[in-house]
C-alpha cells in the first residue's frame, strides 16, 4: 500500500509543479484582463446592486471558484499546456466587446468580458483543462445581468394564463392589453410580476443542481428545460392565485407586502417540488478525468512555464488592445455641438395648434427634443421627435428605459402595442402601433426610427449601424419619430388620418432631421 501511494505520489508531482506556476500565473491573468475593463466589470457590479432581479450575481464567481477548487484532485491529474488557438477566439471576442462599446450594447460588453476569462484559461491552460472546467466556466454566463428583453413576452403570458384561468373559473374579465378589471377590482400586470425574476432565478439553481446531482447529459438538459417550463407556468398560478386570493377575500389579502411575499413562498415550494421530483433520477457515479500520460516526469521543469509565460503575455496583448482603440476614438471625436430642431415647416392646409395632450414619450439622454401639434380641417396630430447626435451609455436612442408610458403611470396606460405596416415616402415600411389610454383621452400612437433617411424598428439594424458609424469615426445620427391622435372605438379614422399627415408632412419632417444632421 505504501509503495503505491509512493508511485501516485511520485506520477502526480511533475504536473503538480507546472500548475504550482499555471494556477497562480491564471489567476493573475483574469485579475489584470478584469482591471483592463474595469469600466464593464464596475458596470456589472453596479446592476447587481441596484436590481434585486440580479442580486444573485454576487454568488455567480464564488459558485463557480468554488466548483473548481472542488475538483482540483482531478485536475492536478492534467497538465497544463498553452494552445495559441484561443487566441483568434479571443480576438475575436475583443471586436465583438469593441462593437457593443460603440453600439452602447452593454450586456454584449459585459458577456464578451465573461467569455474572455474562459478563453483566457483555455489559451493558458490549454483545451483539456478548460474542458474539464467546462460548466464552472460557462455558469459564469449567469453573472451577467440579461434578461430583461424577455419582460414584455412574459408579462403578455401571465395577462394571458391569468385572464383564461379566471375566466375558466367563472369570473367574467374585461381586458385591454396587461390591464384588466373583474367585478371585485382592477388590476395590471407590470413588470414585477412578468416573471422574469423567477425565471432567472430557477434557471440557475437548475444548471447547478442538474451538474451536481447528474452526469449524463440528456437527464442534465432534461432537468433544465424542466428549469424554464416550471417557472413561466408557476408564475402564471402565482398571479391568478394573487387576485384569486384578493378577489374572496374583499381586496383585504394579497395586496401590497403580500402581494410579494406569496409571491417568493409559492416560489420556492414550487422549486423545492422541482428539486425533489429530480432526486429520484440522481446520478451519484463521479466521472473521473483521465491523467495526461505525456506529461514529462520533472517536478518544476522551466521549459513547461515559458510557454505559459509568454501565452499570457500574448493573451494581454490581444486582450488589452480593444479598450485602448475604443479610447482613442472617443478622445478623437469632435467637441460636443448644440444640435437644433427647427420645427417642421406646415404644408398642404396643416397648420400649428395648441398641444393635442399631457402625454409624452419617456426617451432619456437625447440631444434635442421636439413637440409640435398640426391642424386640419379641425383635427390635431401630434408630431415628437427625439433626436440622438452622439449615442453613448444612457444616452442611446434604442434603451430598454425610452417607453411611451412609465409603468403605473398617474394619468395614462399603455393598452397595445403591435406591428403595423404604412407607406412612407412610397415605400411599404414596418413601424409600430400603440394606442395609450385615460380617464379623458385615448390616444393612437404611430412611431418609428430614423436613420440618416432610413426607417425602421428593427433595434438590432439601429444598434449595429451607429456601431459601424462609430467604427468609421460618424456620429451616426439616429431619432425616433411619433405622431398621435385621438381615437375611438377601432381607430379606423385616426389610421387615415396619421396616414394622410405623414403623406403631407413626411418631406418637411425629414427636411428637419437631416438639417440637424448635417449642419
Not at 440580479?54 to 464567481?61: A, N, V
Not at 394571458?160 to 382592477?186: C, H, K, M, N
Not at 457515479?285 to 495526461?292: A, H, L, N, W
Amino acid at each position: 500500500m505504501q509503495a503505491r501511494d509512493q508511485q501516485s505520489a511520485a506520477t502526480l508531482s511533475p504536473m503538480m509543479g507546472d500548475w504550482r506556476f499555471a494556477a497562480p500565473w491564471t489567476i493573475a491573468l483574469l485579475v489584470v484582463v478584469t482591471a483592463i475593463y474595469w469600466e464593464t466589470a464596475a458596470s456589472t457590479v453596479a446592476i447587481w446592486l441596484r436590481s434585486e432581479t440580479f442580486t444573485h450575481g454576487f454568488l455567480i464567481i464564488p459558485i463557480s471558484a468554488y466548483l473548481i477548487w472542488s475538483n482540483r484532485g482531478q485536475l492536478a491529474l492534467l497538465a497544463p499546456r498553452a494552445d495559441w488557438r484561443a487566441a483568434i477566439v479571443l480576438l475575436g471576442l475583443g471586436l465583438l466587446w469593441l462593437l457593443s462599446y460603440y453600439a452602447g450594447v452593454l450586456v454584449l460588453q459585459q458577456l464578451s468580458l465573461v467569455a474572455m476569462w474562459g478563453v483566457i484559461v483555455w489559451m493558458v491552460l490549454g483545451w483539456t483543462v478548460a474542458w474539464a472546467m467546462a460548466f464552472p466556466l460557462a455558469f459564469l454566463i449567469f453573472a451577467v445581468p440579461m434578461g430583461e428583453e424577455l419582460i414584455p413576452p412574459m408579462m403578455d403570458f401571465t395577462a394571458d394564463f391569468t385572464v383564461a384561468a379566471l375566466q375558466l373559473t367563472g369570473i367574467p374579465v374585461y381586458r385591454e392589453g396587461t390591464f384588466f378589471e373583474i367585478p371585485s377590482g382592477q388590476w395590471s400586470v407590470v413588470e414585477g410580476c412578468s416573471g422574469v425574476r423567477y425565471l432567472i432565478a430557477a434557471v440557475s439553481l437548475g444548471c447547478l443542481y442538474a451538474y451536481l446531482t447528474y452526469r449524463s447529459l440528456s437527464r442534465r438538459l432534461l432537468f433544465i428545460a424542466a428549469s424554464v417550463i416550471v417557472p413561466i407556468v408557476a408564475n402564471g398560478m402565482r398571479a391568478y392565485m394573487i387576485v384569486m386570493i384578493a378577489h374572496l377575500s374583499d381586496m383585504k389579502l394579497a395586496l401590497g407586502v403580500d402581494h410579494f411575499i406569496y409571491g417568493w413562498v409559492f416560489f420556492g415550494l414550487v422549486m423545492l417540488l422541482l428539486f425533489w421530483l429530480g432526486s429520484f433520477w440522481r446520478e451519484d457515479d463521479v466521472e473521473p478525468i483521465k491523467q495526461d500520460d505525456t506529461a514529462s516526469h520533472v517536478p518544476v521543469r522551466p521549459s513547461a512555464t515559458k510557454p505559459l509565460l509568454t501565452m499570457g503575455v500574448i493573451g494581454l496583448v490581444v486582450a488589452g488592445v480593444w479598450p485602448l482603440i475604443a479610447q482613442i476614438t472617443v478622445a478623437a471625436r469632435s467637441a460636443p455641438v448644440d444640435i437644433v430642431l427647427n420645427s417642421p415647416a406646415a404644408v398642404s392646409a396643416w397648420q400649428p395648434a395648441e398641444a393635442l395632450s399631457t402625454w409624452r414619450p419617456r426617451y432619456l439622454g437625447m440631444d434635442v427634443e421636439l413637440e409640435q401639434t398640426y391642424q386640419r380641417e379641425g383635427r390635431a396630430v401630434s408630431l415628437y421627435l427625439g433626436y440622438y447626435h452622439e449615442q453613448r451609455q444612457d444616452s442611446e436612442l434604442i434603451n430598454s428605459q425610452n417607453i411611451l408610458v412609465e409603468q403605473k403611470h398617474p394619468v395614462w396606460r399603455q393598452v397595445a402595442d403591435a406591428p403595423l405596416e404604412i407607406t412612407l415616402d412610397g415605400q411599404r415600411v414596418a413601424i409600430r402601433q400603440a394606442k395609450l389610454r385615460s380617464n379623458g383621452q385615448d390616444l393612437l400612437v404611430w412611431y418609428w426610427y430614423w436613420m440618416d433617411g432610413t426607417y425602421t424598428v428593427d433595434h438590432l439594424a439601429v444598434k449595429l449601424r451607429d456601431a459601424i458609424a462609430k467604427l468609421l469615426g460618424r456620429p451616426g445620427d439616429s431619432a425616433v419619430v411619433m405622431v398621435a391622435t385621438e381615437y375611438q372605438d377601432a381607430g379606423e379614422s385616426a389610421q387615415l388620418l396619421l396616414q394622410r399627415y405623414i403623406d403631407d408632412m413626411l418631406p418637411s419632417i425629414e427636411t428637419t432631421l437631416t438639417q440637424a444632421a448635417h449642419d
